[in-house]
């Protein structure tokens, strides 16, 4: 490769572009005065070649011998003077933030870092490339075959958010090569489990290229979750059975969507792997840090950081705001998935300081001809000042919904006055999302999630155990407004262990009958538990993974799920396209049956409501544009401990009712469980729901 003479190639597309006879490289640095292409054999021997070419600050080559599989850098030469903001350091091999697949790791030698760690004023020149991951030119050509995104309408939308490792690493009927990889993930296992709870789309937790973070390194764990992106167009390589962690992504979206299944991708833009003033040099630092980065505007050799991590990226940078929309547009139009679920998503709308909905980041997605048409979402909230945004999102997006989880978890723990708010989720948070023209399915509606405990420690542990993260469990939330059912962890009361299932389908039940779209924690289904521990972001090990043999023992959970999944989507009434309009499709009850009045619905020792669900009186379209007729329903909730006797009013005349859902008897096995009965009362156990359908 010493031979090696780039011709003038192209300033677009950045990156690393193969077109089937050369490579054309393209990378943007307006503070660089010079950038060498380092391109590496496999024996680690580095051949330098500089590009001379320089338009609008990119700087651009094309090689005609170089193909897929090559493995490359870059070296940036120009100031490194961090009073004003610019780290460059030729010594530092750096990523292309642009690569679309990195090979190896970086193993954290003081190499990579730019000052000395006995003095870190010190400059340090020594060369990082034997410790940094690669970059590697990929093939674009893939058989998608007739691939077609499902376009799953949102109000018919079931998530399951799920991690590529955790999901499947135990799996014993999947072969031990390819557990806890992409392939596992779309393994016709459990795409077969997929289907069985109901699920439509697989969130999956980051899967961008990210690097396990030096202190956890230094303590033997790994950073599990991912939350720490250095490339975001290229595959997670640690995710990868084989070599080609592109084409086997590829394969599992291929695979899933012929499922009917679509891929949503939980993604990182708020920040990078990079960290603080005292991080490594790995990629944008060295490239142009002023350019990629918030920095504090009176102190430039410091970060401003809204997101905990040690620096955010500058969203008022035109570089910035490019890299993420031709990330996006890259994973719908050449990977193929269906949406993204955006990580302290408020950190992307400050494009000054405040979290502003008019900021350019909502202004390009809003115009985006490929990235507008797929499923958006946000968890809208930062650490940053007021960064807490529920509702405050536009249009065009959906949210994590927090105050969901929040009310739904207070209710069924016994929280005092909760039923006016719980009414307002069950019903798709219209005081969030109805004012500024958004539908009850702007409401990702959830109660566990990644972050947190999981549905069984939810109702199994009062406080956290954090003990294994090595943090004197000063690590994660301490409020997770949970109930032991009165013992902490696990038990063999029978008593306790009946009351804490009933307690999981209770929750269950809320959500997957609620207006808006239900997201469903992987695992929760199956009895999944961390032991407590509600900050497993570092533990790769078999206190985040699955464990599927213990899941064995929950399939009366796993089943009831698909049940719930089943009547959801059986039942327009419970996944409306619109708002509830007034009494004609919708009532609210006492169990004396009388309607609630303001009294009722403030009166803190209430924890019981019946909900009257008029689905004859649906007068909207269907996605395919016929007109939607539905039964009629009653939810009752009782979140006392004690049975209670509900009253049904007459809504048509000699009603006759069907249960169809009892969290208390969830298997509804015998026909006298699911007699048809004319009844003017039922008695609700405490602590559960009755879903009672019409029949004529």
């Known amino acids: 490769m010493t031979d090696l003479r780039p011709w003038p190639g192209a300033p677009y597309p950045l990156g690393a572009t193969y077109d089937g006879s050369g490579t054309n490289f393209a990378i943007f640095s307006e503070v660089a005065t010079g950038v060498e292409l380092c391109l590496f054999d496999h024996d680690g021997t580095e051949t330098r070649v500089p590009l001379k070419e320089r338009d609008a600050?990119?700087?651009?080559?094309?090689?005609?011998?170089?193909?897929?599989?090559?493995?490359?850098?870059?070296?940036?030469?120009?100031?490194?003077?961090?009073?004003?903001?610019?780290?460059?350091?030729?010594?530092?091999?750096?990523?292309?933030?642009?690569?679309?697949?990195?090979?190896?790791?970086?193993?954290?030698?003081?190499?990579?870092?730019?000052?000395?760690?006995?003095?870190?004023?010190?400059?340090?020149?020594?060369?990082?490339?034997?410790?940094?991951?690669?970059?590697?030119?990929?093939?674009?050509f893939f058989d998608w075959d007739n691939d077609r995104h499902p376009r799953t309408p949102y109000n018919e939308t079931v998530i399951y958010e799920a991690h590529v490792k955790g999901l499947t690493q135990t799996h014993p009927d999947i072969p031990e090569d390819i557990r806890g990889t992409y392939a596992a993930v779309a393994h016709p296992v459990m795409i077969e489990h997929y289907k069985r709870i109901g699920v439509t789309a697989i969130e999956l937790m980051p899967v961008h290229q990210f690097i396990h973070d030096s202190h956890l390194a230094e303590q033997g764990k790994r950073n599990y979750w991912g939350y720490n992106t250095i490339g975001f167009l290229a595959p997670h390589n640690g995710y990868a059975a084989g070599e080609q962690p592109v084409q086997e992504f590829k394969a599992m979206v291929k695979a899933l969507h012929a499922a009917g299944l679509e891929v949503i991708l939980d993604v990182v833009y708020n920040h990078t792997a990079e960290g603080n003033h005292m991080g490594p040099t790995l990629s944008f630092r060295g490239i142009d840090n002023a350019a990629y980065y918030r920095l504090v505007d009176e102190d430039r050799a410091h970060y401003y950081d809204t997101?905990?991590?040690?620096?955010?990226?500058?969203?008022?940078?035109?570089?910035?705001?490019?890299?993420?929309?031709?990330?996006?547009?890259?994973?719908?139009?050449?990977?193929?998935?269906?949406?993204?679920?955006?990580?302290?998503?408020?950190?992307?709308?400050?494009?000054?300081?405040?979290?502003?909905?008019?900021?350019?980041?909502f202004d390009l997605v809003h115009q985006d001809p490929v990235v507008s048409q797929v499923k958006l979402i946000a968890e809208p909230w930062d650490i940053g000042e007021n960064?807490?945004?529920?509702?405050?999102?536009?249009?065009?997006?959906?949210?994590?919904?927090?105050?969901?989880?929040?009310?739904?978890?207070?209710?069924?723990?016994?929280?005092?006055?909760?039923?006016?708010?719980?009414?307002?989720?069950l019903t798709g948070s219209a005081d969030l999302y109805e004012e500024d023209g958004r539908r009850p399915f702007a409401s990702i509606n959830f109660v566990t999630a990644h972050d947190g405990f999981t549905l069984h420690d939810?109702?199994?542990?009062?406080?956290?155990?954090?003990?294994?993260?090595?943090?004197?469990?000063?690590?994660?939330?301490?409020?997770?407004?949970?109930?032991?059912?009165?013992?902490?962890?696990?038990?063999?009361?029978?008593?306790?262990?009946?009351?804490?299932?009933?307690?999981?389908?209770?929750?269950l039940t809320t959500l997957l009958l609620s207006q808006g779209v239900p997201m469903i924690l992987h695992g929760d289904e199956l009895g999944r538990t961390q032991h407590g521990n509600n900050n497993v972001y570092a533990q790769d090990s078999e206190i985040a993974w699955i464990d599927w043999d213990r899941a064995r023992e929950f399939d009366v959970l796993t089943t009831f799920v698909a049940q719930l999944t089943k009547l959801r989507r059986d039942?327009?009434?419970?996944?409306?396209?619109?708002?509830?309009?007034?009494?004609?499709?919708?009532?609210?009850?006492?169990?004396?049956?009388?309607?609630?009045?303001?009294?009722?619905?403030?009166?803190?020792?209430?924890?019981?409501?019946?909900?009257?669900l008029n689905g004859e009186a649906i007068r909207e379209p269907d996605s395919r544009g016929e007109p939607v007729t539905d039964e009629q329903f009653w939810m009752l909730l009782n979140g006392h401990h004690e049975p209670l006797d509900f009253v049904l009013p007459d809504v048509g005349?000699?009603?006759?009712?069907?249960?169809?859902?009892?969290?208390h008897a969830p298997m509804l096995d015998s026909a006298e469980d699911r007699a048809v009965k004319t009844a003017e009362s039922f008695t609700v156990p405490g602590r559960s729901v009755l879903v009672l359908r019409r029949v004529f």
């Open 57 to 140: 600050f990119v700087w651009h080559g094309y090689l005609p011998s170089v193909g897929p599989g090559q493995r490359y850098g870059y070296r940036v030469h120009g100031p490194y003077d961090p009073a004003q903001g610019h780290r460059c350091n030729p010594s530092k091999l750096l990523l292309d933030p642009y690569a679309k697949s990195v090979e190896g790791d970086v193993d954290w030698a003081q190499a990579c870092f730019s000052y000395s760690w006995d003095d870190n004023e010190a400059f340090n020149d020594e060369d990082s490339a034997p410790h940094m991951s690669k970059s590697v030119v990929i093939s674009p």
């Open 307 to 361: 997101t905990g991590t040690g620096n955010t990226l500058l969203m008022k940078s035109p570089q910035v705001l490019q890299l993420i929309m031709d990330s996006l547009r890259y994973w719908v139009t050449e990977m193929h998935v269906d949406g993204f679920r955006f990580d302290l998503a408020s950190s992307l709308a400050r494009q000054f300081h405040e979290v502003d909905r008019l900021s350019a980041f």
């Open 387 to 425: 960064g807490y945004n529920v509702g405050g999102f536009p249009p065009l997006w959906t949210e994590w919904n927090g105050k969901y989880r929040d009310t739904v978890r207070d209710h069924w723990r016994g929280d005092e006055a909760t039923l006016s708010e719980l009414a307002s989720r």
């Open 458 to 507: 939810l109702v199994s542990y009062n406080d956290k155990h954090n003990e294994a993260n090595g943090e004197g469990s000063q690590d994660g939330e301490s409020h997770n407004r949970s109930w032991n059912c009165g013992v902490e962890g696990e038990t063999d009361d029978l008593d306790v262990i009946a009351l804490r299932e009933q307690q999981k389908r209770n929750f």
């Open 571 to 612: 039942h327009p009434v419970f996944r409306r396209r619109r708002f509830f309009n007034g009494r004609s499709d919708i009532g609210w009850y006492t169990p004396a049956g009388e309607p609630m009045s303001e009294e009722d619905w403030d009166a803190g020792y209430a924890r019981s409501l019946a909900v009257f």
């Open 653 to 663: 005349g000699g009603e006759r009712w069907e249960i169809v859902i009892d969290t």
